[in-house]
């Protein structure tokens, strides 16, 4: 008797348990879905991102009033294009999809969005949360959640920046990211001015764009892979900025009259750049420690 | 044996079946625990607000950084300071919302979650806000342990320079 009533028991719970269906999901194609849209956004392949959704699609981002697809398109890739880099932090995301009681599939997401804006460098962390509703594989309604104030903020400065300001912060990168880190001399012509005087530790080093390549010279020599890194920047101010770097390389050549050491050296400075009216670098006021940078070369002044 | 074999059998499956049905749900006191939150919420009763929450509870609004959760007193301050510019607030009741439901993750944590449009009137110039607000809380003991909280606080913060900017302008003409 009591094996009957067991074994009642478990066909009940068994079919109890198969009518109630699974309602949490760590793991869905879904899931995967979502994923793979955010993957095609992070590269801004737009057309991959948009065919994840249903052509009726609504999203509402901050708002109870949706927008197109196409139109969250727009908005999407004009804030990439403001963007030097951008995405999620997938280290620390949450994603997971309910059945709701109305047997609706719903894919929530949150994670830490980071973006560096190309025009200053800032870095905005932003953390989001997605709401996102599928039906039949495809997003039908995605519900977006995040603070805009401090982009929404920047946003404005850069949309008031004047084209003077635009230009400097354009020749900054000219300057750090092609002529010194390329070691391209092509864009010496476009980036200083005919008057140009560079110092070193108030030591004039270099005077106009031929003398400036033959004082770097030495340091491309030295350490063929020179990089300087822009870690911050002051704001303009009569055509004047202050940046704050780090110089890194590997000692792999010739420097300041000894062999190679093959050593790598890290040192940080600042410098003080002022650019004419036409948008030119015409004085470079550069300060770091170079007795440091001889003692991370095995160097001392004995 | 056989009986035995039955018996865990049952066991199990009434366990499964347990954990299957706990993982999501729209009914439970947590859930309760938030809707007395947000009721002690639209009526300013912050005192009784406060209580949802376990003493050591970190509340997080708009930001991830460990270091910027603030206690529940904390946060409650932060919600008067925006409050006080409103003349009327509170989570519009509409279709399905505010939405309210439960999960156990696979960690085994429990968090209720919670989506609303917020609505808003600003005292000085009558202008509207709607703001869709989510909040993730996670309990223990029945309490809330930890919030996170999602909301876009853009248009507030513009309507409040609004109003700055057109009180400057009065003072100055008076002048």
């Given at each position: 008797?009591?094996?009957?009533?067991?074994?009642?028991?478990?066909?009940?719970?068994?079919?109890?348990?198969?009518?109630?269906?699974?309602?949490?999901?760590?793991?869905?194609?879904?899931?995967?879905?979502?994923?793979?849209?955010?993957?095609?956004?992070?590269?801004?392949?737009?057309?991959?991102?948009?065919?994840?959704?249903?052509?009726?699609?609504?999203?509402?981002?901050?708002?109870?009033?949706?927008?197109?697809?196409?139109?969250?398109?727009?908005?999407?890739?004009?804030?990439?294009?403001?963007?030097?880099?951008?995405?999620?932090?997938?280290?620390?995301?949450?994603?997971?999809?309910?059945?709701?009681?109305?047997?609706?599939?719903?894919?929530?997401?949150?994670?830490?969005?980071?973006?560096?804006?190309?025009?200053?460098?800032?870095?905005?962390?932003?953390?989001?949360?997605?709401?996102?509703?599928?039906?039949?594989?495809?997003?039908?309604?995605?519900?977006?959640?995040?603070?805009?104030?401090?982009?929404?903020?920047?946003?404005?400065?850069?949309?008031?920046?004047?084209?003077?300001?635009?230009?400097?912060?354009?020749?900054?990168?000219?300057?750090?990211?092609?002529?010194?880190?390329?070691?391209?001399?092509?864009?010496?012509?476009?980036?200083?001015?005919?008057?140009?005087?560079?110092y070193i530790n108030d030591v004039k080093v270099a005077s106009g764009p031929t003398e400036l390549q033959a004082s770097m010279a030495p340091?491309?020599?030295?350490?063929?892979?020179?990089?300087?890194?822009?870690?911050?920047?002051?704001?303009?101010?009569?055509?004047?900025?202050?940046?704050?770097?780090?110089?890194?390389?590997?000692?792999?050549?010739?420097?300041?009259?000894?062999?190679?050491?093959?050593?790598?050296?890290?040192?940080?400075?600042?410098?003080?750049?002022?650019?004419?009216?036409?948008?030119?670098?015409?004085?470079?006021?550069?300060?770091?420690?170079?007795?440091?940078?001889?003692?991370?070369?095995?160097?001392?002044?004995? | 044996?056989?009986?035995?074999?039955?018996?865990?059998?049952?066991?199990?499956?009434?366990?499964?079946?347990?954990?299957?049905?706990?993982?999501?749900?729209?009914?439970?006191?947590?859930?309760?625990?938030?809707?007395?939150?947000?009721?002690?919420?639209?009526?300013?009763?912050?005192?009784?607000?406060?209580?949802?929450?376990?003493?050591?509870?970190?509340?997080?609004?708009?930001?991830?950084?460990?270091?910027?959760?603030?206690?529940?007193?904390?946060?409650?301050?932060?919600?008067?300071?925006?409050?006080?510019?409103?003349?009327?607030?509170?989570?519009?009741?509409?279709?399905?919302?505010?939405?309210?439901?439960?999960?156990?993750?696979?960690?085994?944590?429990?968090?209720?979650?919670?989506?609303?449009?917020?609505?808003?009137?600003?005292?000085?110039?009558?202008?509207?806000?709607?703001?869709?607000?989510?909040?993730?809380?996670?309990?223990?003991?029945?309490?809330?342990?930890?919030?996170?909280?999602?909301?876009?606080?853009?248009?507030?913060?513009?309507?409040?320079?609004?109003?700055?900017?057109?009180?400057?302008?009065?003072?100055?003409?008076?002048?």
């Open positions: 008797m009591t094996k009957l009533f067991l074994f009642g028991l478990t066909i009940i719970l068994f079919v109890a348990c198969q009518n109630k269906p699974q309602r949490y999901f760590a793991e869905s194609p879904e899931i995967n879905t979502l994923k793979s849209g955010i993957t095609a956004y992070e590269s801004g392949d737009w057309d991959k991102w948009k065919s994840h959704f249903a052509d009726t699609a609504k999203v509402y981002v901050n708002s109870p009033d949706p927008l197109t697809i196409e139109k969250r398109a727009e908005g999407l890739k004009a804030m990439a294009d403001a963007m030097s880099s951008y995405g999620f932090n997938h280290e620390k995301e949450y994603i997971e999809m309910v059945l709701d009681k109305d047997d609706e599939t719903w894919v929530y997401y949150w994670a830490m969005h980071k973006g560096t804006l190309a025009a200053n460098n800032k870095v905005l962390a932003i953390p989001v949360h997605l709401a996102v509703r599928f039906a039949d594989g495809k997003i039908i309604e995605e519900h977006v959640y995040f603070d805009g104030t401090e982009m929404n903020k920047e946003m404005a400065a850069l949309a008031n920046m004047t084209d003077s300001d635009k230009t400097i912060y354009s020749q900054i990168e000219t300057l750090i990211d092609i002529f010194t880190n390329k070691q391209d001399f092509s864009v010496l012509g476009h980036l200083i001015a005919d008057g140009h005087v560079r340091y491309f020599t030295g350490f063929p892979d020179f990089n300087i890194k822009l870690l911050h920047k002051s704001p303009i101010m009569d055509n004047a900025i202050f940046i704050h770097w780090k110089m890194t390389g590997t000692n792999d050549g010739a420097f300041a009259g000894s062999q190679a050491t093959g050593k790598k050296v890290d040192v940080n400075g600042l410098s003080r750049l002022h650019f004419n009216e036409e948008g030119k670098l015409d004085t470079e006021h550069i300060h770091f420690d170079q007795l440091d940078l001889m003692q991370q070369l095995g160097r001392s002044l004995n | 044996m056989k009986k035995l074999f039955l018996f865990g059998l049952t066991i199990i499956l009434f366990v499964a079946c347990q954990n299957n049905q706990k993982q999501f749900t729209m009914t439970s006191p947590e859930i309760d625990e938030v809707k007395a939150l947000v009721k002690d919420y639209h009526a300013g009763n912050w005192e009784a607000w406060a209580t949802h929450y376990a003493d050591t509870a970190k509340i997080f609004h708009n930001t991830w950084d460990e270091s910027k959760g603030t206690t529940p007193e904390e946060t409650a301050n932060s919600l008067k300071a925006i409050l006080n510019n409103m003349s009327s607030y509170h989570f519009e009741e509409e279709d399905d919302l505010p939405w309210y439901e439960m999960v156990t993750n696979d960690k085994g944590s429990t968090w209720v979650y919670f989506w609303g449009n917020w609505k808003g009137t600003l005292a000085a110039n009558n202008k509207e806000l709607k703001i869709p607000v989510h909040l993730a809380l996670k309990f223990a003991n029945g309490k809330i342990a930890r919030e996170e909280g999602f909301y876009n606080l853009s248009e507030f913060t513009v309507a409040l320079q609004e109003i700055e900017a057109a009180k400057m302008n009065t003072e100055a003409s008076e002048e």
